[in-house]
């Protein structure tokens, strides 16, 4: 069975500073894994993903996260916080047949001017 | 290229009324996915629809249900609303097509914000 496990239920960084979010998976296979963004009354928005090409992928407005299998990780980091990172960050991972998409409880991430 | 469109955007019912829910994917995607957001339990799964077929279901009761059309456009029904139906009911629409740059992934629509009272 697949599943996340989102370390940090808030992170709170002053803006400027690196941003660091955890998550672990549990998968039996090479899993597909992905971190979506949600900012206040919106919809999830696809930060990034990784689906067993590089280790260590680049999505969208700075952020990076690396696969670690050793260490069953991805977790999703940012060098430097802008204020208009404060939103719900969730790492999904979808089972083999990617039809059915695994949630953790998700990271409220607040930065400080 | 449109995005996935949900209507109402808002809502308020009571008690034992029953409320359906609209989600227009984006051209081209068969998958379309309901999601249930709430405070205290986060993202659930409720379904999943390919092709008109119900592929996958998760852990609800009956009195959720829903359908998908043959242009892919899919409804969602909740009977006999209970206080804890209030949530923010979102789809979610995918690409089948194997190899593209964007499969897999999941396109959200901004969320249908249900209120019980």
């Known amino acids: 069975a697949q599943s996340v496990t989102q370390l940090d239920s808030h992170v709170s960084v002053s803006e400027g500073t690196p941003v660091l979010l955890r998550c672990n998976y549990s998968?039996?296979?090479?899993?597909?894994l992905f971190w979506y963004v949600q900012h206040p009354n919106k919809g999830l928005q696809l930060l990034l993903k990784?689906?067993?090409?590089?280790?260590l992928v680049k999505g969208i407005n700075g952020f990076e996260a690396e696969f670690k299998k050793s260490e069953t990780s991805f977790h999703l980091t940012k060098p430097s916080a802008h204020m208009s990172d404060a939103a719900e960050y969730f790492c999904?991972?979808?089972?083999?047949?990617?039809?059915?998409?695994?949630f953790g409880t998700g990271t409220s991430l607040t930065v400080i001017p | 290229k449109a995005g996935v469109t949900q209507t109402p955007r808002y809502l308020i019912k009571t008690r034992g009324q029953q409320v359906t829910l609209s989600c227009s994917p984006i051209s081209g995607h068969r998958s379309v996915s309901w999601y249930q957001q709430t405070p205290g339990q986060g993202l659930q799964f409720l379904f999943e629809?390919?092709?008109?077929?119900?592929?996958n279901k998760g852990n609800f009761p009956g009195r959720f249900s829903g359908r998908q059309f043959s242009n892919s456009r899919s409804e969602m029904n909740v009977s006999t609303l209970e206080l804890g139906d209030s949530a923010l009911y979102l789809c979610?629409?995918?690409?089948?097509?194997?190899?593209?740059?964007?499969?897999?992934?999941?396109?959200f629509g901004e969320g249908s914000r249900l209120t019980v009272l």
């Open positions: 629809y390919f092709s008109e077929t119900q592929r």
């Open positions: 999904v991972v979808s089972d083999l047949g990617g039809n059915q998409f695994y």
């Open positions: 979610a629409s995918s690409s089948d097509a194997v190899g593209t740059a964007t499969t897999g992934e999941l396109f």
């Open positions: 998968s039996s296979y090479s899993p597909s």
């Open positions: 990784y689906t067993s090409a590089a280790t």
